[in-house]
């Protein structure tokens, strides 16, 4: 089981407007962002006239990208040296503070406000490069998003599953209980593996000795 000493992470901001908006109830990025990325499907299929197949496959494509750039935003900006103060906070506010109290409810998902200029972002850039299958292609994409936001809510919140699924929990709290070098991807690790960052099997299995999993 995912563990922290605190829920609770108290302020990050003295503003309250600001502090409100780092915190999020995760049914709201769920529910924006599967029912978009659905919607963006549908509307590339029904009212642009895209393949379904083709549209389909493209949306599978559009989630697997999102793992890619789950991992390199974990590894190179959430865990960015933190050589000057501006950075220090910067990394502190974006993710350092996640570390410290793993399991505060409203700190496991970026606020609505911040990932839907994001979602905007990145589904210009989309259609951009692919046409109307960008429509397709960024509803995967934010599929993708919205389970990555479900799985790392429920290893922080839920004991880890007996089954297969059972393999993200134990490589999640590597990252987080034995060392934070390793183990960027949340929702599959996948892309450690291809990029050299999986922790050794004794690491692994220490890990999964000290959090019962």
Same mark, same amino acid.
Do not use: C, D, Q
């Given at each position: 089981m995912a563990t922290g000493s605190i829920s609770d992470s108290g302020r990050v901001f003295q503003n309250p407007v600001l502090e409100a908006l780092t915190r999020t109830h &995760?049914? &709201?990025?769920?529910?924006?962002?599967? /029912?978009s990325g659905a919607a963006a499907l549908v509307y590339g299929i029904v009212r642009l006239g895209l393949p379904v197949l083709g549209a389909v496959g493209v949306f599978v494509a559009g989630a697997f990208f999102?793992?890619?750039i789950e991992y390199l935003v974990h590894r190179y900006f959430y865990h960015m040296s933190a050589d000057s103060p501006k950075r220090s906070r910067i990394q502190?506010?974006?993710?350092?503070i996640h570390h410290d109290h793993p399991r505060d409810k409203k700190r496991l998902a970026l606020p609505p406000?911040?990932?839907?200029l994001l979602a905007v972002v990145f589904l210009s850039?989309? @259609? +951009?490069?692919?046409? =109307?299958?960008?429509? +397709?292609?960024? /509803? /995967?994409?934010?599929v993708g998003y919205a389970t990555y936001l479900l799985a790392h809510y429920a290893i922080h919140i839920h004991r880890?599953?007996?089954?297969?699924?059972n393999v993200i929990w134990k490589h999640h709290n590597i990252h987080h209980?034995? /060392?934070? =070098?390793g183990a960027f991807g949340v929702s599959s690790p996948f892309w450690d593996y291809v990029f050299g960052t999986m922790p050794p099997p004794p690491?692994?299995? @220490? +890990? +999964?000795q000290e959090n019962h999993i």
């Open positions: &995760i049914a &709201i990025p769920l529910t924006l962002f599967y /029912g999102f793992t890619l502190y506010v974006f993710h350092g406000l911040m990932s839907v850039i989309f @259609r +951009a490069l692919l046409g =109307e299958f960008g429509w +397709a292609f960024g /509803g /995967g994409f934010m880890p599953p007996k089954n297969f699924l209980f034995v /060392g934070h =070098e690491v692994a299995r @220490r +890990a +999964a």
